[in-house]
RNA sequence: GCUGCCGUAGCUCAGUGGUAGAGCACUCCCUUGGUAAGGGAGAGGUCGUGAGUUCAAUCCUCACCGGCAGCACCA
């Protein structure tokens, strides 16, 4: 503690304050407490923050010193650590690979090498004993605050380009922290354990090797990503393998199968052959949603699969979606040029076509059209899972034709006749997410804050919660995703809920 | 689409450069008052498709198709 600093007041969670110079760290605050409460600190809230123990608090804070018993900030810690012990590992296997980041996710962390030969299942057993190693070292984990062009000349001179790129990519004005685990260095925003023995050598597994773009980018290089999961203890690392075996037990696909229930073959990949009891859960299941929706004010109607591509011009498909459609040529007798159509891949454009039929008073709205929509789309190869991501499937569909001033009422209608068929079908708890404006959109300001600040209230008359995507909403209109929880903590977006205004 | 792995009997999988096996399931017989019971016999496979290397390929090489994990995508 140095002297002649000015003084700050920490406030605990107690309510009570303390007095220390500026620039105290929270490990000598816990010092300053109690020698018990240094050894067993982890880490600290400040003013909400989490913070390493090592760095300065720079005036007044709340602060709250995190143990090991404080679940968030301890898994947070853990797998934090764990990602850069498991870096440090596989640079000590193989010095020639390149770091590049390693977050935390749910569950654990990952990290992205770029490395020339590919890692093997037995590598990740030859990893994981090194990391043990490396924690029974005790080694300490040390911070350093540096500027931006010595972290860059630094990671030159160690030849990790992409940690060059992440340095530049820092914010001006954020600090570039330097992390050191024991002799092995990482940038990293922090914060971290003190030593490597904190970890649970017992309570990590490394799960999985798998390729993932450099920052996401399917133009840049393919990198190597090792999935880790990390604990506390060994106990919930085995119930965390536990619900991933009861998982597997449970996959709609292995089910599918052994209750002859649907089944696919290469002739159609993606699409379904359902068999007659998995078609009896279907129509059960379709039977219960035409009741609701006639309940809830909808017409069920019928439009075309195959259609022209006209239409997809005129809908904008043709241009921008046409690589993702089954497209059908027809050689019709007596005919100039081949008919083209495609198979409908949403059903929009032929909603539309019933409501333009006819003359339509204001009266009229809103007006729900309802269809249990027959849609093909070309999905890569690589996105196809079970009966979740197909090319064949029925869109369960609404357009709802209605007044801006109708916009509201009806979307709040909506989310309360989604959440009763979540409800109704098992699922009491989903989550919602608003998507807003994108940097690529069509209309003016006052359109999007208008149309955005009816979904919103729309979900307040319904419920009080729900996150925000910014910048993730359809370029011609903000829209709603609704993500469910299945039993085993999996999570699924399913119902979304699109609002588009004419110009007219 | 990208990276990696995989594609052998209905299912789960083993296997070898000289034209294939196990467990469960299935069929038949026997035993047994029982509920994934025991014994015996049997049926079932163009070893994803095509080309190449070879005297010879399910096994090696290449391409394609399909699947799995993840990434990208999800106007």
């Given at each position: 503690?140095a002297d ?12 009570s ?11 000598e ?15 600290a ?10 760095w ?6 709340a ?6 018993k ?14 850069h ?17 390693g ?5 654990g ?8 030969e ?7 057993g030859?990893i ?11 080694d300490p ?8 062009e010595?972290?860059?000349?630094h990671?030159e001179?160690?030849?990790e ?7 530049q990519?820092i ?6 922290r330097?992390?050191w ?6 940038l ?7 030593h490597?023995g904190q ?14 773009y450099w920052r996401?980018?399917s133009?840049r290089?393919?990198l190597?990503?090792?999935y880790g999961?990390?604990?506390r203890?060994?106990d ?13 037990k ?7 199968r ?23 859960i ?28 006209k239409?997809?011009e005129?809908?904008g ?8 459609m ?8 007596h005919?100039?040029?081949k008919?083209?159509?495609?198979l409908?891949p ?8 019933i ?7 204001y009266?009229?709205l809103?007006m729900?059209?309802?269809?249990f ?9 690589g996105?196809?899972h ?5 090319r064949?499937f029925t ?10 001033d ?8 909506f989310?309360?006749?989604?959440s ?9 708890k989903f ?6 404006r ?13 149309a955005?600040a ?10 009080n ?8 909403g ?10 469910l929880?299945?039993?085993i903590?999996r999570e ?6 699109q ?6």
């Open positions: 503690m002649g600093q000015p003084q700050i007041s920490l406030t605990f969670p107690d309510g304050a303390r007095h220390y110079p500026a620039g105290i760290t929270p490990a605050v816990a010092a300053d407490i109690a020698p018990s409460l240094a050894k067993r600190a982890i880490s809230q400040v003013n909400g923050a989490h913070w390493d123990l090592q300065p608090i720079p005036g007044d804070a602060i709250t010193l995190n143990t090991m404080d679940d968030a900030p301890a898994l947070e810690l853990i797998r934090h650590d764990l990602a012990v498991m870096a440090r590992a596989v640079q000590e296997l193989w010095p020639d690979v390149k770091v590049t980041i977050p935390v996710i749910e569950h962390w990952y990290y992205d090498f770029d490395r020339a590919p890692f093997t299942p037995e590598d990740l030859r994981e004993a090194k990391m043990r190693e490396i924690i029974a070292a005790r984990v040390l911070t350093e605050l540096w500027d931006r010595r972290a860059i000349r990671y001179q160690t030849g380009p992409y940690k060059v790129e992440l340095v990519a914010p001006e004005g954020q600090p570039i330097m992390y685990h024991g002799p092995w260095q990482d990293c925003r922090g914060p971290h354990l003190q490597t970890l649970p050598a017992d309570a990590f597994k490394l799960m999985a090797v798998a390729g993932a996401g980018d133009n290089p393919m190597q990503r090792i999961v990390g604990f203890t060994r919930d690392l085995k119930a965390h393998l536990t619900m991933l075996e009861e998982a597997a449970r996959d709609h696909r292995k089910l599918g052994e209750m002859a229930l649907f089944h696919f073959q290469e002739e159609a990949p993606g699409m379904v052959f359902w068999h007659p009891d998995g078609w009896t279907y129509r059960a299941l379709e039977d219960y949603m035409r009741r609701r929706l006639t309940a809830a004010g909808y017409r069920e109607i019928r439009t075309p699969q195959v259609v022209d591509r239409l997809w005129a809908s498909h043709w241009d921008k979606y046409r690589e993702n089954f497209i059908t040529e027809i050689d019709e007798e005919a100039n040029e008919r083209v159509n495609a409908k949403m059903n929009c454009p032929c909603h539309v076509q409501f333009n039929q006819g003359i339509k008073s009266r009229d809103p729900r059209l309802a269809e929509g027959s849609c093909h789309r070309y999905e890569a190869h996105a196809l079970g009966l979740m991501r197909v064949g869109q369960d569909d609404a357009h709802i034709f209605c007044t801006e109708q916009i509201e009422d009806e979307t709040a209608r989310i309360d006749l989604l009763t068929v979540y409800r109704d079908t098992g699922f009491a989550d919602i997410k608003l998507s807003t994108p940097e690529v959109r069509v209309g003016s300001d006052a359109v999007w804050d208008k955005e009816a979904l919103e209230k729309a979900i307040l008359k319904v419920r919660d729900y996150e925000v995507d910014p910048g993730e359809a370029f011609y209109g903000p829209k709603l995703d609704f993500k929880t299945d039993a903590g699924w977006q399913c119902g979304t809920f609002s588009a205004s004419s110009a007219s």
